[in-house]
C-alpha cells in the first residue's frame, strides 16, 4: 500500500516536469518554424536574385552539337617553361539516345548575390533543424519514450529527419543546393499541419506500443518516408524539366518564368539518375520496415500478417515501388513512364500515412490521429 | 596468370570486330522482350503464352494488378477481420453488397481473383527465375567479352601514351585488375575484365526468397490454427478444441496437430494512468500463469504481457483482452445456494464498464416451491464515479458498484438454438417487479445482498472481484521460413541495388611512332558515377607504373574545360 502510494506520489511529480518538458518542446518547436520560415524567404530572394542571369545552356547544348566527347584526354599543361604531364582524364559519355545537357548552375544562376542568399537559407536551415531536433527531443523526454505516438510526432520527426537527409546530402557535398526552397516549402506546411490540426497533448503509449520492435519499425518507416520525400521531389522536377528539354528540342519557346525557374535546375538526366538512386537506396530498408512491423504484429496481435489497411498500403507502397524498380530496368518503361510510376508509389506512402489514418480504421489506428 | 592468354589470341581478330553490343552483353540476365506475334499451331501459342507471361512487361503489369487488387480489401470491411464490420455493412448498403459479395470483396485476400494474380506472379518468377539462373551459371563460367574495337565510344574512356612496353602495360593491368578481385584475363591485346557478379547473385536470392516467402506464407494459412479462451482467475485451459471459446483453422489442420500444454491463470494485473490529459490509458497488462507442457508436464510459472507471448513448441499464447468477473451467489427461498461463481463481464467501453448474465439452470424454487429458472442481467462499473452516470469513470477496481436486474421463468436454454452466455432470452421470463409494479434492479457493492421480492431469494455480490484475461492461442507452421525468406530477400535486394556489375578494358598497343598507346574503357549494367570513378582510380593506380610520355605535337592545347571531363581520382559528375 505504502508503495503504491509512494508510486503515485512519484508520477504527480514527474507529470508535472513531463509538462513542462511539453511545453517546451511547442515553443521549441514553433521557434524552429519561425526559422524555417525566414530560410523560407532567403531561398526566395536566391531564387529571384538569380533571375537576373540568363542563362540558356539546356538550349545551346541541344541545338550546337560539339564533339567534344572524343578529345583526347591526356593534356599538357606549360607550367613555368617545363611541361608537366597531367594524369589522364576520364571521358565520360552519356548513353546512346539521351539528350546531352548539362546541369544546371543551381538557384544563383550564378548571380554572386543570389549565392550569398542560398548560403544564408542553408544556415537558416541548420539552424531551424537543430531547434526542431531539440524539440522533438525534448518531446521524446516528456513522455519518456520515442516520439512516435501519434500523428502530430510523426509530423516533426518526418520534417526533421527530412531535412537532415537534406543536409548530410549537402555535406556529401552532393549537387542538391535546387532542392532547398521546394522541401523547405513543405516542411512548413508538414510542421503547419501538425500544430494546427494533429495537435495531440503529449501522452504514454497503450500497452501494445511498448516493444523495441516500435524503434525499429517506426524509425524505419518515418527514415523511408523522409528519403521517399526527397525522392517524389526530384521526380516532379525531373518531369517538369524533362518537358521542358523536350519542348525546346522540337523547337518549342518555353516561357520565360519555366525558362528561368528550369534552366536552373539540374539537368533531366540528373534528376531522373538522382531521384532513381535515391528510391532504390530505402527500398532495401522500406522492405525491411514491413518485415519489422510483420514481426511486431507477430508478436503483439498474434498474426505476422492480418491484412490491416496500414499492412495493406505498406504491401501496396512496396509493389509500387518494385514496379518502378522493374520499370527502370526494362527498356521502354525508362523516363518518364517510370517517373509516373515513381509518383503513384509516393501516392501511395503518402496515403498510407495521412489517409489511412484518418479515413480508414484498422488496429493502428490507436496511433491516434 | 599468363595461362589465361593461349586460347584467346586465335580470335584476336573477330574481337577487334566486335561493337558495343557484344561488349555489353550479358551484363545482366535480364529476360528478352518476347516476341510480338505467336508462330504457328497449338505449341507456338502455348510458346508464346509462356514467353508472354515471363517477361518482364507482364511480371510489371501483374505486380501493378497486384497493388490496385489489394486496395479494395483495405477499404471494404473484410470477414476475416470482423465479420461484424460486414454485417453492419451489408444492412446499410442493401444494393451494393449482393455485388460485392459476389466479386468475392469481402474476403479480398481469399478470393478467387486475388489467388489469380498472385498464382500467376509466382509462375511467372518461376518461368523468369530458372533460365535466369542457368544463364547466370553459364556467364559465371564463361569469360569477360574481349575489349570493343573502339574502347572510346564506351561510357568511361581514358588514353594516354607512356614509354613503358604494351606487354608490360598488359600484364600490369591484369595483375592490377586481379587484385582488385575483377574477373580478368587476356584477350589480344587488351585485358577484359569484370567485377560485380555479386549483383545478379543477390538478385537471385532475391527473386527466390519471394518463393520461399508465398510458399511459408501458404503453408502457414493450410496448416495455422487459431482460437481463443477466456479465463478467469483460478481457473485454467487445457489445449483442446473442446475448450476454446472460439476456434478457426486452415484447411490442412488436424486436430492432432494441437500443442499439448495447458495452465491456470493466477493473476492478472493492470496498470493506469492515473493523472493528466490520459487518465486512464492503460500503462501494463500482465498474467501471471503456471503452465506445463504435454500432458504430465512440470508445472512452471511465468508472465504474458500484451507484447510477450508464451511459446509452447509451435504455439503461441497471446494476451489479447480482460475484464471484470464479479462473483455472485444466488440462493433460493429457503436460503439453500443454487448458484455460486465467478461471472465474466464484457467491457463495453475504454473504462470497462461492462454486461454479463446470470443463468441459475436448476435447483431453484421459488416462494411458492415451483421449480424455475432464473436470469440476472449485470450491469458492472468498476469505479462508481458517483451521481446519475451509470458509465465507469475509470478502468481499475476503486468503487465497483453491480446493477442487478432479476427475471424468472424458462431461459430457453433447452430449445435446440445456440445461445450466447452474455445474453439473456426473454421471450419466456418473467420481471420480478418492485412494489411500485416496476422492474426490480438494485445497485450493489461487494458484499452486499440484494433481497428478492416476496421471498423468492436472495442474490449476494460477494467481496473480492476476479479479473479474467482473454487468451489467443495461434499455431502458424513454417513462420521460421517466412522470417528466413525475408531476411534473405533484404540482402539479395541490397547486393542487387547496390553492387554494380561493370567491366573494364585496357588495351596496350604501340602507335604509329613507336610509343605505346594505353586506352582503358569501363562500361556498367547502367549508367553510374562510380564507373568513371573507378576507372579514374584504376588509371591512377596503372599510371604510376606506366608513367605518361609527351605528345608528339607538344603545343597542342589543353582542350576547354568540359562539364563532361572528370579528373582521373573522379568526382562526380556534376
Ligand atoms: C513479387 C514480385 C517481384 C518483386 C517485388 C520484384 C522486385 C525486384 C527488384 C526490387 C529488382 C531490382 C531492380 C533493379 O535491379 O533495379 C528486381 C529485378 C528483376 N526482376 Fe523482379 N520482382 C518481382 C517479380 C519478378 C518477376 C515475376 C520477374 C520475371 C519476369 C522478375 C524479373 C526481374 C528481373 C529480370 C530483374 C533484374 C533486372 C536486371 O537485372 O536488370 N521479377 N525485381
Redesign the interface.
Known amino acids: 500500500m505504502t508503495s503504491a502510494a509512494a508510486h503515485?506520489l512519484d508520477?504527480?511529480t514527474l507529470?508535472a516536469t513531463?509538462?513542462h518538458l511539453a511545453s517546451m518542446s511547442n515553443t521549441l518547436v514553433y521557434s524552429s518554424m519561425a526559422v524555417y520560415t525566414l530560410a523560407f524567404f532567403a531561398y526566395i530572394f536566391e531564387w529571384l536574385l538569380g533571375s537576373r542571369s540568363r542563362v540558356a545552356r539546356t538550349a545551346n547544348a541541344l541545338t550546337t552539337k560539339t564533339d567534344?566527347?572524343?578529345?583526347?584526354?591526356?593534356?599538357?599543361?606549360k607550367a613555368g617553361g617545363t611541361?608537366v604531364?597531367?594524369?589522364?582524364?576520364?571521358?565520360?559519355?552519356?548513353?546512346a539516345g539521351s539528350r546531352d545537357v548539362?546541369?544546371g548552375p543551381g538557384a544563383h544562376g550564378g548571380d554572386e548575390q543570389g549565392d550569398l542568399y542560398g548560403r544564408i537559407a542553408i544556415s537558416l536551415t541548420v539552424l531551424a533543424f537543430l531547434v526542431e531536433l531539440a524539440g522533438v527531443a525534448t518531446r521524446a523526454a516528456s513522455v519518456q519514450r520515442a516520439p512516435w505516438g501519434n500523428m502530430y510526432e510523426f509530423n516533426i520527426t518526418f520534417s526533421t529527419v527530412a531535412v537532415a537527409v537534406y543536409l548530410t546530402l549537402l555535406a556529401l557535398r552532393?549537387?542538391v543546393r535546387w532542392l532547398g526552397l521546394f522541401l523547405i516549402t513543405t516542411v512548413l506546411l508538414d510542421l503547419g499541419l501538425a500544430v494546427t490540426v494533429l495537435y495531440t497533448?503529449s501522452?504514454?503509449l497503450?500497452?501494445?506500443l511498448?516493444?523495441y520492435?516500435l524503434y525499429i519499425h517506426v524509425s524505419t518507416a518515418i527514415f523511408c518516408g523522409a528519403v521517399f520525400y526527397v525522392g517524389a521531389v526530384a521526380t516532379i522536377l525531373y518531369l517538369f524539366k524533362d518537358a521542358y528539354e523536350s519542348k525546346l528540342e522540337n523547337g518549342g519557346k518555353p516561357g520565360s518564368f519555366a525558362t528561368s525557374v528550369l534552366e536552373r535546375l539540374p539537368a533531366s538526366a540528373?534528376l531522373d539518375?538522382f531521384a532513381y538512386r535515391v528510391n532504390?537506396?530505402v527500398?532495401?530498408l522500406w522492405?525491411?520496415t514491413i518485415?519489422a512491423g510483420?514481426?511486431?504484429a507477430?508478436?503483439?496481435?498474434?498474426?505476422?500478417?492480418?491484412?490491416?489497411?496500414k499492412e495493406?498500403?505498406s504491401?501496396?507502397t512496396w509493389?509500387?515501388y518494385?514496379?518502378y524498380?522493374?520499370?527502370?530496368?526494362?527498356?521502354?518503361?525508362k523516363g518518364r513512364k517510370a517517373a509516373y510510376l515513381a509518383m503513384i508509389a509516393f501516392g501511395?506512402w503518402l496515403f498510407n500515412y495521412y489517409g489511412?489514418n484518418i479515413f480508414?480504421t484498422?488496429k493502428h489506428s490507436y496511433a491516434g490521429v | 596468370m599468363s595461362d589465361t592468354t593461349t586460347d584467346t589470341t586465335t580470335d584476336n581478330g573477330e574481337q577487334d570486330q566486335q561493337d558495343l553490343g557484344a561488349a555489353g552483353s550479358q551484363l545482366s540476365t535480364a529476360p528478352a522482350e518476347p516476341p510480338a506475334a505467336p508462330g504457328l499451331g497449338v505449341i507456338g501459342w502455348a510458346r508464346w503464352f509462356w514467353r508472354q507471361l515471363t517477361s518482364m512487361r507482364v511480371a510489371l503489369l501483374l505486380l501493378l494488378l497486384l497493388s490496385l487488387g489489394a486496395i479494395p480489401g483495405s477499404l471494404i470491411p473484410q470477414s476475416g477481420a470482423d465479420i461484424n464490420k460486414v454485417a453492419d455493412f451489408q444492412k446499410t448498403h442493401k444494393t451494393l453488397s449482393p455485388i460485392y459479395d459476389r466479386l468475392g470483396l469481402f474476403h479480398v485476400y481469399s478470393s478467387v481473383w486475388f489467388s489469380a494474380i498472385y498464382i500467376l506472379l509466382f509462375v511467372s518468377l518461376v518461368g523468369c527465375i530458372i533460365p535466369r539462373a542457368w544463364q547466370f551459371v553459364g556467364q559465371l563460367r564463361g569469360r569477360p567479352p574481349g575489349a570493343p574495337k573502339r574502347l572510346d565510344r564506351l561510357p568511361a574512356y581514358t588514353t594516354w601514351r607512356t614509354a613503358a612496353a604494351p606487354e608490360e602495360v598488359r600484364e600490369a593491368a591484369l595483375g592490377l585488375l586481379k587484385k582488385r578481385r575483377f574477373r580478368a584475363h587476356l584477350a589480344g591485346d587488351a585485358v577484359a575484365a569484370e567485377k560485380g557478379y555479386v549483383r545478379e547473385f543477390g538478385n537471385l536470392v532475391f527473386h527466390i526468397a519471394l518463393i520461399v516467402l508465398l510458399i511459408a506464407f501458404a503453408s502457414g494459412q493450410m496448416y495455422k490454427s487459431d482460437g481463443t479462451k477466456l479465463v478467469v482467475e483460478g481457473d485454467g485451459f487445457a489445449n483442446s478444441i473442446l475448450q476454446y471459446d472460439d476456434f478457426k483453422s486452415g484447411s490442412m489442420f488436424s486436430t492432432d496437430d494441437l500443442v499439448p500444454f495447458s495452465f491456470d491463470l493466477k493473476n492478472f494485473h493492470a496498470t493506469y494512468q492515473t493523472s493528466g490529459p490520459s487518465k486512464g490509458t492503460p500503462v501494463t497488462f500482465a498474467a501471471d500463469i503456471d503452465y506445463s507442457e504435454g500432458a504430465y508436464g512440470r508445472s512452471k510459472r511465468t508472465t504474458i504481457k500484451v507484447n510477450e507471448p508464451l511459446h509452447i513448441g509451435d504455439a503461441k499464447v497471446y494476451l489479447v483482452s480482460h475484464g471484470y468477473a464479479p462473483v455472485i451467489t444466488v440462493r433460493d427461498s429457503k436460503g439453500k445456494v443454487v448458484y455460486h461463481d465467478a461471472v465474466p463481464m464484457l467491457p463495453l467501453d475504454a473504462n470497462i464498464s461492462s454486461q454479463g448474465v446470470v443463468k441459475v439452470m436448476d435447483g431453484y424454487r421459488s416462494a411458492q416451491g415451483v421449480s424455475e429458472q432464473l436470469g440476472i442481467q449485470l450491469f458492472f462499473v468498476p469505479t462508481y464515479g458517483g451521481g446519475s452516470s451509470v458509465l465507469s469513470t475509470f478502468p481499475a477496481l476503486e468503487n465497483p458498484v453491480l446493477n442487478l436486474a432479476p427475471y424468472h421463468g424458462d431461459l430457453g436454454v433447452n430449445s435446440g438454438i445456440p445461445q450466447s452466455v452474455y445474453q439473456l432470452d426473454k421471450t419466456h421470463l418473467k420481471e420480478f417487479k418492485d412494489s411500485a409494479g416496476k422492474q426490480f434492479r438494485d445497485n450493489l457493492k461487494p458484499g452486499q445482498t440484494m433481497q428478492l421480492p416476496n421471498g423468492a431469494g436472495s442474490v449476494t455480490f460477494e467481496k473480492g472481484v476476479r479479473e479474467w484475461a482473454g487468451f489467443e492461442i495461434v499455431q502458424e507452421p513454417g513462420s521460421s521460413w517466412a522470417l528466413g525468406g525475408a531476411l534473405a530477400a533484404i540482402f539479395g535486394l541490397a547486393a542487387s541495388l547496390f553492387i554494380q556489375r561493370r567491366r573494364v578494358w585496357v588495351r596496350a598497343v604501340p602507335g604509329p611512332d613507336g610509343v605505346t598507346v594505353v586506352e582503358m574503357a569501363g562500361l556498367g549494367r547502367s549508367e553510374s558515377a562510380k564507373v568513371p570513378e573507378e576507372l579514374g582510380d584504376l588509371a591512377g593506380i596503372l599510371y604510376d607504373q606506366a608513367p605518361g610520355a609527351p605528345d608528339p605535337d607538344d603545343s597542342s592545347p589543353s582542350p576547354s574545360p568540359d562539364p563532361e571531363v572528370v579528373p582521373a581520382e573522379g568526382a562526380e559528375k556534376r
Open positions: 503515485a508520477v504527480t507529470a513531463n509538462e567534344t566527347k572524343t578529345a583526347p584526354a591526356v593534356t599538357v599543361k611541361a604531364l597531367e594524369r589522364p582524364q576520364v571521358v565520360v559519355r552519356s548513353a548539362p546541369d552532393k549537387n497533448a501522452e504514454p497503450v500497452p501494445a511498448h516493444s520492435w540528373s539518375k532504390a537506396a527500398f532495401p522492405t525491411f518485415i510483420a514481426i511486431w507477430g508478436s503483439a496481435w498474434g498474426r505476422y500478417w492480418n491484412w490491416d489497411p495493406t498500403w504491401f501496396i509493389v509500387a518494385a514496379c524498380l522493374h520499370a527502370r530496368a526494362t527498356a521502354g518503361w501511395c489511412v480508414v484498422g
